[in-house]
């Protein structure tokens, strides 16, 4: 019996496909991290620092961004 190999699945960065993969993770789609970032920089008091940062972080994911 021929033995098969298992190819680990590549995603494409900004495709539906990786917003969809990030969104389980994240919690938020595209919109909602933008929506969360532009919110949060005119007015602080709208979103919790913690959102934030995960909205900067799905961004930074999405975008294929490596940060240390």
Known sequence: MAEQKNK???IKCK???MEAFL???YGM???KA???ISEREKDPNLW?????EK???FIEA????PTP
């Open 8 to 10: 680990p699945q590549t």
């Open 23 to 25: 969104g389980v993770g």
């Open 34 to 36: 933008r929506l969360i």
């Open 55 to 57: 909205a900067q972080g």
């Open 48 to 52: 919790p620092y913690e959102m934030y």
């Open 62 to 65: 999405y975008n294929g961004v």
């Open 29 to 31: 789609n595209l919109k």
């Open 15 to 17: 495709t539906p496909e």
